[in-house]
């Protein structure tokens, strides 16, 4: 008999505190348990920091991540010298080409007909031509050079040579590092040797092949130096 009281007791304690236990978890009006909405609010303020922290690191990631400007292509300048507008013609279809900007190397002193008269040894180009280190002065200059990193170089073929005024527009601005080729119109003279003195004077610039031709093939050689 007391072993069966005993383990009555024992169920009554049981249930006395699974009722004291069920007690503690009043319900609201509504019916919700007073605990499983503490922890939904709860569940639901964490997913909230979480998302806003989530938000932070994507805009910081965003504005970190941003790509670099892409560098521009090449600026290339088409500098020639005319003396009877045969070069000229040549060098506007090859800027036009290109989509280059075009200089004119303009002498301070302009070049008559009998300055040109290659058959007379007392004209001006032929006192030019039999002195190497005559340099003609030009009027004007290159803007802002520095900005321009192909130059093409054009000019008449004077005794198998670039006229001596060239010489004058290349020991005027440094070429350094930057991309040369030169470009000739003549009556019979090929491209020959002609830039010699060209290379001599910007020696630290990368030359390309030079050609003498007319303005239907020059752009033919132009896309050939793989320059744009």
Known sequence: MKKITAIILAALMVLSLAACAGGRGTTD???????AQNAAEKSQTQEQTSGSDITQESDSNSSDSE???EPEGSKILVAYFSATNNTE???????????ADL?????EQPYTDEDLDYGNS???????????????????????????NVVLIGYPIWWGEAPRIMSTFMESYDFSGKTLAAFCTSAS?????????????????????????SAEDVMEWADGLGIK
């Open 189 to 213: 003279s090929g491209f020959g040797s002609s830039d010699s003195a060209l290379r001599e004077a910007a020696d630290n610039a990368v030359w390309l092949d030079g050609q003498r031709f």
């Open 67 to 69: 790509p670099a400007s």
């Open 122 to 148: 007392e004209s001006r180009s032929s006192v030019e031509m039999n002195d190497s280190d005559s340099r003609p002065a030009i009027s004007g200059s290159v803007e802002n050079m520095e900005q321009y």
């Open 89 to 99: 013609g040549v060098a506007q279809k090859l800027a036009d080409g290109l989509g």
């Open 103 to 107: 200089y004119e190397i303009v002498p």
């Open 29 to 35: 009006n509504n019916g919700n348990n007073e605990l």
